[in-house]
């Protein structure tokens, strides 16, 4: 996340409201992308005037009510519980800071009533109330459980999966995997050398994607997983082993972007590191058949990036805080980065 400043200078974080020394209204203006003090041309998100869940603002003269973020919601929950409120209000600063990396990479996003055929919505909705409902993506709806917004909840739910992380933001960038690759791919011929070349990567696509979930929630993932996924869970199918390398690109970009805005540059670091193979980082050769300068590019940006991490480790290692990035970054999963960087390159 990028850093901002209130007129008097102070530092502004993407979800404050107000700022704490000059006591000004601020919000997040999503035209701007950027930090302001709320002045005549400026209103609030009506989410934000009356149910304080939302930070980000309109142009005055607009007719919409809602903001960027708010009016991509299709389903919120029911709002006479306030520990439904606290809940919901978590969701949308979650959703808002995945929204801010998509458009960071200049992915357009649309409502449903704007482009029914690639538009974008959500439903979080409680689904201990509504068990046919499960957090996933389908046809451009992306659902998510108001419980994971429970910490205990979600910890639970961690624990029980055997998942080194689980938060609200991590939900929402793996459904947002799943958006894309229906909005993107699911639509190109199995030939098209953008699915050749994800097969190659990921792996063939075409098996069974709930026999494979079953499969997975039954014997758990092989015992080698680490030299192949970044997770776990990417080990089921290669739909979700995209969500969650997806998911971590978005990570990466938002985690780049902060470092980058605090002036952390993370090199020359006193710690021995993995060097990736070069050839980790070249594109599959149905899409280019030599290394090319942007592979190169993309190399160092992931040796930074474990650097980078290697520093965050140590620091939470020294408050017997868990590892703040419980991943490793083999050769394949760099690949498989690789070519999510790529897509994400021309999809903008
Ligand atoms: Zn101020
Ligand atoms: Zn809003
Ligand atoms: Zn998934």
Request: charged share 20%.
């Amino acid at each position: 996340m990028k850093s901002f400043h209130c007129t008097c200078g102070n530092i502004l974080f993407f979800e404050s409201s107000r700022c704490l020394r000059c006591g000004f209204e601020v919000g997040f203006d999503p035209i701007q992308n950027t930090m302001r003090v709320i002045d005549r041309s400026l209103k609030r998100c009506a989410n934000g005037v009356e149910h304080a869940v939302c930070n980000w603002l309109l142009p005055i003269s607009s007719t919409e009510a809602l903001c960027a973020s708010c009016c991509l919601n299709r389903t919120i929950p029911d709002l006479a519980s306030r520990r439904n409120q606290q809940h919901w209000s978590l969701m949308e600063a979650a959703k808002r800071r995945l929204l801010h990396t998509l458009n960071a990479l200049g992915i357009p996003l649309h409502t449903m009533a704007e482009d029914p055929q690639n538009g974008l919505a959500f439903d979080i909705v409680s689904t201990l109330l509504n068990p046919a409902m499960t957090t996933g993506h389908l046809n451009g709806v992306i659902t998510v459980s108001l419980e994971e917004a429970d910490d205990t909840w979600r910890q639970i739910n961690r624990q029980q999966l055997g998942e080194a992380s689980r938060t609200l933001l991590g939900h929402f960038r793996h459904e947002s995997g799943h958006y894309v690759w229906f909005r993107y791919l699911s639509r190109l011929h199995w030939e098209h050398p953008t699915r050749i070349a994800f097969r190659e990567v990921f792996g063939n696509d075409s098996y069974d994607y709930s026999s494979a979930l079953n499969r997975h929630y039954e014997q758990g993932p092989p015992a080698n997983w680490q030299e192949n996924y970044i997770s776990a869970y990417s080990a089921s199918h290669p739909w979700e082993d995209w969500a969650e390398t997806w998911a971590h690109y978005l990570q990466m970009i938002d985690g780049f972007e902060t470092c980058d805005h605090l002036g952390i540059r993370g090199g020359g670091i006193n710690l021995p590191l993995v060097i990736l193979p070069l050839e980790s980082c070249a594109l599959p050769t149905c899409l280019s058949s030599r290394m090319s300068s942007e592979d190169a590019d993309f190399h160092a940006w992931l040796q930074r990036w474990i650097c980078l991490a290697a520093v965050l480790n140590e620091i939470s290692r020294s408050f017997g805080a868990p590892f703040l990035y419980p991943y490793v970054i083999s050769a394949a999963v760099a690949r498989k980065l690789r070519l999510v960087h790529h897509f994400a390159n021309i999809w903008r």
